[in-house]
């Protein structure tokens, strides 16, 4: 059969895209942005793109079109596979009728942590045998690909509460019905599709909903949003992990978390001593060894699998270094990713050192103001931060200037940005560039001028 998915290089509708492949499918796929990472895969595994979508060709002849949730009604494509009557779904809703209900589903959603938490679960998995099948929105640190297919039982699936598509506004996790489900955390995000935090509980309510009763739940044991959303009906038993009082915890040995023991029930089950550090890491790991129990990975397995794990692309990802001035990319765009971030960094680094943090206020929650009066705060950690002034929609920028705590500057244009960031760097320095999206490249620009 001939698929053709429309939106093909965003993280997971490219992670569709190999697997309708590796399950003998002719696939092919338009997107308005054809961009690396998701790009370079999709073209290593010979799957042909077509830039916008105005060119019909593949879509007038494909048998079925996976539709991406950044597709609207207007655009010609969709429009021709409305009028022509041309076979389509989502990809969320493809992924689970092709493969999903084979399996047994392990889910990691939550606001904050999915990726990382993700490849940590699939790569315990992967050291312990297991063989597992996964697609994951990003590139692991372990794999070479953000999604695979195996013969395995077992399906690790990064678990997104994003809509589905234009015509399905569900959860996408709302199709997976996993067997396990990693429950991170619960913050308002996504301003475009949420009106307010109740959205978003309801939503990982019905996922709650989804999970069996022989299943198994993996959840924070101190989160007042995902309390709300379970207070609602939770048929499923739970494991917690977080504090000295839940089911899983961490002892630091490191105060970056870069060296920790891993405690079960009060008895330490082993030390997980990594490459990267992070409270959230440590709390992310704690996650994941629970997940893995829960399919007969011993705990033991597990920690010694984590000694070896590497972090995605975009997490704190070290991008060059020129004159001893480390430039890092960091997907963080949330406030409190944000001060996580910057907070491990400076527990890592110690004081002397100094961090530039540079924000891109990309995503419509940051746009539209609603972490207005919060987001100064979680650049703390930082020395300084410069900001590419956002299209915001209802708030003015300027008042971030009030209201932050380190010196912080707003530039109208990419070029003042870089000007300003290079005004400042000092041998020594670390610039650590935060956004959801590509900031115009600019990572190679500072590199560039830096040298």
């Avoid at 589903?105 to 992967?126: D, E, F, P, R, Y």
């Avoid at 953000?146 to 013969?151: G, H, I, K, M, N």
């Avoid at 739970?238 to 839940?246: H, L, M, N, R, W």
Wanted: net charge negative; charged share 20%.
């Amino acid at each position: 059969m001939h698929l053709h998915i429309l939106g093909i290089c965003g993280t997971f509708m490219a992670g569709i895209a190999r697997i309708a492949q590796q399950l003998g499918h002719e696939v092919t796929g338009s997107d308005e942005n054809i961009y690396p990472p998701m790009s370079d895969q999709l073209v290593e595994a010979g799957i042909k793109l077509t830039l916008g979508y105005k060119d019909l060709a593949d879509v007038s002849r494909c048998d079925f079109i996976i539709m991406g949730n950044a597709l609207k009604r207007g655009i010609p494509a969709v429009e021709y596979v409305l009028r022509e009557r041309v076979p389509f779904i989502s990809g969320p809703q493809w992924l689970y009728e092709q493969v999903l209900r084979q399996k047994t589903v392990l889910a990691v959603a939550g606001t904050h942590g999915k990726t990382t938490t993700a490849s940590m679960l699939n790569w315990i998995l992967a050291e312990a045998g297991l063989n597992p099948s996964f697609l994951i929105g990003g590139v692991p640190g372990n794999f070479a690909v953000s999604a695979q297919l195996t013969d395995s039982p077992y399906f690790v699936i990064e678990a997104d509460e994003y809509d589905c598509a234009f015509f399905d506004k569900r959860s996408k996790f709302l199709h997976y019905h996993p067997q396990i489900a990693i429950l991170n955390n619960l913050e308002f995000d996504h301003a475009d599709i949420f009106d307010d935090i109740h959205d978003i509980q309801r939503q990982f309510h019905f996922l709650m909903r989804t999970i069996p009763d022989n299943g198994v739940m993996v959840r924070p044991d101190q989160d007042v949003n995902l309390d709300k959303a379970q207070g609602m009906g939770c048929w499923t038993p739970q494991v917690t992990f977080g504090s000295p009082q839940a089911d899983w915890s961490f002892a630091l040995i490191e105060p970056d978390a870069s060296c920790f023991d891993v405690v079960y029930r009060g008895e330490k089950q082993g030390q997980v001593q990594w490459s990267i550090w992070g409270l959230h890491n440590a709390n992310n790991a704690l996650a994941a060894i629970a997940a893995a129990t829960a399919v007969d990975v011993v705990p033991s397995a597990a920690i010694k699998a984590l000694a070896t794990f590497r972090t995605s692309t975009r997490r704190m990802e070290l991008k060059g270094v020129v004159r001893d001035i480390k430039v890092y990319d960091d997907f963080a765009h949330h406030p409190t990713a944000i001060a996580t971030t910057l907070g491990g960094f400076r527990a890592r680094l110690g004081q002397k050192p100094r961090i530039i943090a540079v924000l891109e206020l990309r995503s419509y929650t940051m746009r539209s103001g609603y972490h207005q009066d919060t987001l100064a705060a979680s650049w703390k950690d930082a020395d300084s931060v410069h900001i590419l002034r956002p299209d915001a929609e209802n708030w003015d920028a300027d008042q971030l200037l009030q209201l932050a705590v380190v010196p912080t500057a707003l530039y109208n244009n990419m070029d003042s940005l870089l000007q300003g960031i290079i005004d400042e760097a000092q041998v020594g320095d670390n610039i650590v560039v935060m956004s959801n999206g590509g900031f115009e490249g600019i990572h190679g620009k500072l590199l560039e001028k830096l040298g």
